[in-house]
């Protein structure tokens, strides 16, 4: 889990509020890939581009996988003009500000809405986003509950540190948010989420994912493990949906190819060592094999044309608060 969330954390987030009075639309157009919105007092509906509505009252979060625009709105059906909301939540024209760090503009609505967009940049991260339906709701009256209670407080106060404290709020709350979806009784949890968690897969998980370019065995993993060699492979296998060494291959790819694009200066030579081949060679052969392409191709061009249509593409990060 820890491993998925690399590159998907919020960093300079813009905050601000802005009173407004129902009917009101929100209109997101980002295209974030990922974005979290949560009601601290009155409610309204997410209505995204596609997908069903999903309502939204006090403590409820709902997170959105873009990269399609959503809107908020008070109510199905408003009459209010969709105003666009981007970087800045609203354009100065339409009554919004450039300000940093809880500003606010006092009014008489009732709802506040938090939203926190994120990029989920990588190949690590894409089994994440896989995952997601296009609109996830988690009522209140869980663990994400005491985060609010935090943002709450911090976005009131204006104090020394506070963008950094909103950032890492923001991230708990998305975190307890898809522990909650995952967790969610008669769902289906994607399968490395169930697999974590099982005394047998969830070790040799850890272990490939700690240190992947470590030269694993099917063996090995089973003697850290303290399995028979024959019982890791089938449980393995079982929950995982892959033998161990083909998922330590494919992770291994993904670290690579986050590495070519992340960091020009590091050679091709360099990328197999971080991820555990001991030549070039090797190296190229399996990520063409695994990505349809060389590393110096998808260093140059990203993913083969067949894939590049279906990635997520990125989006800014953001934050704001909306008080309507």
Do not use: N
Not at 239 to 259: K, N
């Amino acid at each position: 889990m820890d491993d998925l969330f690399r590159g998907v954390r919020a960093h300079g987030s813009l905050f601000g509020s802005s009173a407004l009075t129902p009917p009101f639309s929100l209109h997101f157009v980002d295209g974030a890939p990922l974005t979290l919105c949560t009601v601290l007092s009155g409610g309204g509906w997410i209505v995204p581009e596609l997908g069903e509505p999903e309502p939204l009252i006090a403590y409820d979060t709902v997170v959105v996988r873009g990269p399609r625009s959503f809107r908020f709105v008070d109510e199905l059906g408003t009459g209010a003009e969709p105003v666009a909301c981007g970087e800045y939540c609203a354009a100065p024209e339409l009554g919004g500000t450039r300000h940093r760090r809880g500003w606010r503009d006092d009014g008489a609505g009732p709802t506040t809405l938090i939203v926190g967009a994120y990029p989920a940049g990588g190949e690590v991260s894409r089994p994440l986003l896989d995952a997601l339906p296009v609109v996830l709701r988690v009522a209140g009256g869980g663990s994400g509950d005491a985060v609010l209670d935090h943002l709450a407080a911090e976005v009131a106060a204006d104090t020394p540190g506070q963008q950094v404290v909103l950032d890492r709020l923001l991230d708990w709350m998305l975190v307890c948010t898809l522990r909650a979806w995952f967790d969610r009784p008669g769902g289906e949890p994607p399968a490395w989420w169930t697999a974590q968690r099982d005394p047998v897969a969830g070790p040799a998980l850890r272990l490939l994912h700690d240190d992947p370019a470590t030269p694993w065995t099917v063996a090995a993993l089973a003697e850290r493990a303290g399995v028979s060699r024959s019982t890791l492979a089938k449980r393995f296998t079982d929950l995982v949906g892959e033998p161990p060494l083909t998922y330590l291959t494919r992770r291994r790819m993904a670290l690579a190819a986050d590495l070519l694009a992340e960091r020009p200066a590091v050679t091709v030579s360099e990328v197999a060592r971080l991820v555990g081949y001991a030549d070039a060679f090797g190296f190229s052969a399996a990520f063409k094999r695994i990505r349809g392409v060389t590393p110096s191709e998808y260093r140059k061009h990203g993913s083969p044309p067949e894939e590049r249509g279906a990635e997520v593409l990125s989006g800014r990060q953001q934050g704001c608060i909306v008080e309507g």
